[in-house]
């Protein structure tokens, strides 16, 4: 059985870092896309970042591209989202998502199979 466990999320003041883990008990992770999704209230999820399995390719949304970072950590069976320079418009629920097939680096939610249950990011002041 897939399951993914999100954790890492918490209360942070604008301009500072959280890093988001995404971990894995029953598979490799090493063997699947991952991508980390968040989505905010009122608003729809949205893609924020991915990593291929092939060459490990990323993709960043363009708001948290130089902020954030994905990153593997195969021997910890765990992915990471290193979230630098936060503001408040990052504030969401973040999830992480891997699916069935595939090795590259898929953006949109409907390209996932399975999901984490969600850590909540808030930024302020």
């Known amino acids: 059985q897939v399951q993914l466990v999100e954790s890492g999320g918490g209360l942070v003041q604008p301009g500072g870092s959280l890093r988001l883990s995404c971990a894995a008990s029953e598979f490799s992770l090493a063997d699947y896309p991952i991508g980390w999704f968040r989505q905010a209230p009122g608003k729809e999820r949205e893609g924020v970042s991915c990593?291929?399995?092939?060459?490990?390719?990323?993709y960043y949304l363009p708001s948290v591209k130089g902020r954030f970072t994905i990153s593997r950590d195969n021997a910890k069976n765990t992915v990471y989202l290193q979230m630098n320079s936060l503001k408040p418009e990052d504030t969401a629920i973040y999830y992480c998502?891997?699916?069935?097939?595939?090795?590259?680096?898929?953006?949109?939610?409907?390209?996932?199979?399975?999901w984490g249950q969600g850590t909540q990011v808030t930024v302020s002041s």
């Open positions: 998502a891997t699916r069935r097939g595939g090795y590259g680096c898929y953006v949109h939610s409907y390209e996932y199979h399975y």
């Open positions: 990593i291929s399995t092939s060459d490990d390719s990323t």
